[in-house]
């Protein structure tokens, strides 16, 4: 094996089938009720401008990372916040001044409601329930 062909060839220890990993898309995979819980949590109010926004159409609402996931943040309740979509550009990959982290940390370490996330997922993605409804049984 030449060193050219050495260097070419991507190998990551913790994976058999010689796949490309990466840290950024790790995370990617968020439930919709979680995403959905944190919209109720928040309110759906934008952390930054507090307007109020929607769930789907004209003004609605993203999540943003107050630790942006390029810089190593979670796709966890506790690092996100609710947020409109001129508040989320304005913000991109950056990282936030401290007395606005602060202000995003708390807002984002209030209770998370399961439960009435779960219920505003169905209400509006119920093609994500389909399937999940087709496999339980009822027993008589």
Same mark, same amino acid.
Not at 6 to 22: E, H, I, L, Y
Not at 112 to 117: E, L, P, Q, S, T
């Given at each position: 094996?030449?060193?050219?062909?050495?260097?070419?060839?991507?190998?990551?220890?913790?994976?058999?089938?010689?796949?490309?990993?990466?840290?950024?898309?790790?995370?990617?995979?968020?439930? !919709? !009720?979680?995403?959905?819980?944190?919209?109720?949590?928040?309110?759906?109010?934008?952390?930054?401008?507090?307007?109020? +926004?929607?769930?789907?159409?004209?003004?609605?609402?993203?999540?943003?990372?107050?630790?942006?996931?390029?810089?190593?943040? +979670?796709?966890?309740?506790?690092?996100?916040?609710?947020?409109?979509?001129?508040?989320?550009?304005?913000?991109?990959?950056?990282?936030?001044?401290?007395?606005? !982290?602060?202000?995003?940390?708390?807002?984002?370490?209030?209770?998370?409601? !399961?439960?009435?996330?779960?219920?505003?997922?169905?209400?509006?993605?119920?093609?994500?329930?389909?399937?999940?409804?087709?496999?339980?049984?009822?027993?008589?």
């Amino acid at each position: 094996m030449t060193m050219g062909s050495f260097r070419r060839m991507k190998v990551s220890p913790g994976n058999p089938k010689n796949k490309r990993t990466s840290t950024f898309n790790r995370n990617r995979d968020m439930s !919709i !009720i979680v995403a959905c819980a944190v919209l109720v949590r928040d309110n759906l109010t934008c952390a930054y401008c507090h307007a109020k +926004l929607v769930v789907k159409g004209k003004g609605a609402a993203t999540l943003d990372h107050i630790i942006p996931r390029s810089k190593g943040g +979670l796709a966890v309740a506790t690092n996100l916040v609710t947020s409109c979509a001129p508040c989320n550009r304005k913000k991109h990959g950056d990282l936030l001044d401290y007395k606005s !982290i602060f202000r995003a940390v708390e807002w984002a370490h209030r209770p998370v409601d !399961i439960v009435k996330g779960r219920e505003l997922a169905m209400q509006h993605y119920p093609s994500r329930f389909k399937r999940a409804r087709k496999s339980v049984k009822v027993r008589a």
